[in-house]
């Protein structure tokens, strides 16, 4: 299945719906992009105005400056990351039903679809488009008695999947109805007015406070009320909170693109997140994860789920956590980890890593691990998002808004997040000593001054990076954990540049992947330090030989002070001494720089890359 995030926005109060609708728009349009659509409540005479186009929401903007709609100040709308079918204007949202009277927005995927479609169909509704969405649209129609809220609750009672709804009725003036099942929706509360909106991005402008939804809640927004609902029509309990995140961090922030911005904070991304952990009696402390002492020093064995980028932290976590716990530990991709039958019990620690928590592969594997009695710690940027919520309890990490779809300061804080964890273990376990757990700390501290240090000497490896736009592929080579490092370049290479790039464990290039070295070819080596584990260094030294003599182009990322390496490379670039397993934290960095700076010299925009969707809600 392809993924689906969408970006949905609801408005009720006293302003031009369509402005606050599109101004939300905009802050969500890093979900999806495929098209998107508008739906107001007219004020002159209580119809539907709909828009909608394929395309960004440029084409949108452009269709309503040429044709605009009639003002109201009830409004819903939506940017699409297609699932069922393709990205046309008959397939954007929203959807109506025969009578033009219902609007319907959706994010997710509604399983049972193709049973409700046919029903209905029988009935003689006309179907316009080959969504799911169009199913919701027709049964409110029908369903719709005067109470759209109520509507709302019996079509959902119907429908299986994850889905957020949010709908408008011509009939039920200055009300907007949403409706949530695994996929995030939050009310944004104003003073005579409201707001919905899949994320709190897309009325921070407007409003501070939020209210969270839960699973299978209703909600009817007016002017000056919210209520929400369980699909039964019992009152709801909710969350309320305040977001701190400010405006303008959400926005570019003078830099070109959000990526870079976001490369840029990384430094402080980082050292948000170590703060506060040491408490007044020197030792670590993680308020937030509310396991208790007697629940981790009972844990046998730790698994590790997360996708992509996340799941690269993972990778590097495990290194940390075994050495520093003794405890063995598995990491696995989310998507694959149910399927496999894994053993786990009330001994097993799972820790789901996601930067959105909204990943549903991720949240599918963390309800496994509880329904087989494990205890789950996320790690996750989202304050108030799914996976945390369906956990034991989360750390999180504080990288504020990652708006590119391509993950890079939320990576920088998973690492930290992890090694945290990590540390933390060794301490309730006593397998790591106080003195040795404040070295490790003392050098985390140092870790944004080094990335700064890293992101200042950055020219050469754009330069690089440009001159080499046109090769057919890159490959990346590491050892330790700076074989995930060389997975997360390629991934990076992958997903911005749309060029074969591919990472290797250095070991593994004899049993196969040397054959792919041609003359020219460029390949990244992450070196590690020459000190401590010396003979990974020689190991590595030795690979870079090999390839060069087959022709390759090496590109070698090693520490201030590594002469061994220089003779090799025909490129070099110098990052700061860290101990191994802290690597990560700066030799990440200039590939995240590589591959940013050589999708852009192809033309490509690198924040919304092609096929990708920032947050991927289905499986
Ligand atoms: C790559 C990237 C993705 C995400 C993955 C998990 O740059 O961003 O691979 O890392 O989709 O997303 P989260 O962390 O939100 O669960």
């Keep these: ?6 970006g949905i926005v ?43 186009r394929a395309g960004k929401l440029a084409n949108l903007e452009k269709s309503l400056a040429d044709t605009p709609l009639p003002g109201g100040t009830t409004g819903i709308g939506h940017t699409r990351w297609a699932t069922h079918g393709g990205p046309t204007d ?9 009578t033009a009277k219902v609007a319907v927005v959706h994010n997710g995927i509604i399983e049972n679809f193709a049973a409700l479609r046919a029903e209905i169909a029988e009935r003689g509704h006309q179907l316009r488009s080959e969504t799911d969405t169009e199913v919701v649209a027709h049964l409110l129609g029908e369903e719709y008695e005067g109470d759209l809220a109520e509507a709302m609750r019996k079509v959902c009672r119907r429908l299986d999947g994850a889905f957020t709804l949010v709908a408008v009725h011509a009939d039920s003036p200055g009300v907007v109805v949403g409706a949530r099942r695994n996929s995030p929706l939050v009310v944004g509360r104003g003073e005579g007015e409201n707001f919905l909106a899949s994320d ?7 409003t501070r406070e939020a209210v969270e939804l839960g699973q299978d809640q209703v909600v009817e927004l007016r002017a000056g009320s919210v209520t929400v609902t369980d699909f039964d029509g019992a009152p709801a309990e909710v969350r309320e909170y305040h977001v701190d995140w400010d405006a303008s961090a959400a926005e570019k922030g003078g830099y070109d693109y959000f990526m870079l911005k976001e490369i840029a904070e990384q430094p402080k991304a980082v050292a948000d997140t170590l703060l506060g952990r040491i408490g007044t009696d020197g030792r670590l402390t993680l308020d937030e994860v509310r396991i208790e002492d007697r629940v981790l020093r009972a844990v046998d064995k730790i698994v590790i789920v997360a996708c992509g980028t996340a799941f ?18 598995e990491v696995e991709l989310a998507s694959e980890f149910r399927y496999r039958d894994p053993i786990l019990d009330q001994q097993t620690l799972v820790i789901a890593i996601s930067q959105s928590g909204e990943t549903m592969d991720t949240l599918m594997a963390l309800r496994h691990a509880r329904e087989q009695g494990a205890k789950v710690l996320a790690i996750c940027n989202t304050n108030g998002s799914t996976i945390p919520r369906e956990s034991d309890a989360v ?28 540390l933390y273990l060794g301490q309730v376990r006593g397998t790591k000593w106080g003195d040795e757990i404040n070295e490790v700390i003392r050098q985390l501290a140092d870790a944004p001054r080094q990335v700064e240090e890293v992101l200042g000497t950055m020219e050469p490896v754009r330069e690089l990076a440009r001159s080499l736009a046109d090769a057919p592929a890159v490959l990346f080579l590491g050892r330790h954990v700076g074989y995930p490092v060389a997975l997360e ?7 911005l540049a749309y060029m074969h790039a591919e990472g290797f464990a250095a070991g593994e290039l004899k049993h196969g992947p040397i054959a792919l070295i041609e003359q020219d070819l460029p390949v990244v080596v992450v070196v590690p330090s020459p000190r401590g584990r010396s003979v990974l260094h020689d190991k590595i030294v030795s690979n870079i030989q090999e390839i060069r003599a087959r022709g390759a182009r090496t590109i070698v990322i090693a520490e201030e002070g590594d002469e061994a390496v220089a003779p090799y490379a025909d490129h070099l670039i110098r990052i700061p001494a860290t101990p191994t397993l802290l690597q990560p934290l700066v030799s990440t960095v200039p590939l995240q720089v590589f591959a940013c700076e050589l999708a852009t010299a192809k033309g490509h925009e690198v924040d919304q890359p092609r096929n990708l969707a920032k947050s991927v809600t289905v499986e």
């Design 1 to 6: 299945m392809l993924a689906a995030m969408c």
């Design 90 to 98: 008959a397939n954007a949202h929203p959807h109506l039903d025969d």
């Design 200 to 206: 709190v991005a897309a009325f921070i402008a407007h």
């Design 312 to 329: 690269h932290a993972g990778m590097i976590a495990k290194y940390a956590i075994e050495h520093w716990t003794r405890v063995p530990c």
């Design 489 to 495: 370049g390629a991934l990076k290479l992958k997903e």
């Design 395 to 422: 750390l999180y990490t504080h990288a504020g808004p990652e708006v590119a779809v391509a993950s890079t300061k939320a990576f920088l804080t998973q690492l930290v997040a992890c090694y945290l964890v990590a």
């Design 10 to 52: 609801g408005y009720v109060g006293g302003q031009p719906a369509l402005d606050v609708v599109i101004a939300g728009l905009k802050r969500l349009e890093y979900r999806g992009y495929d098209s998107a659509g508008v739906a107001v409540q007219t004020e002159s005479d209580g119809t539907l105005a709909v828009d909608k």
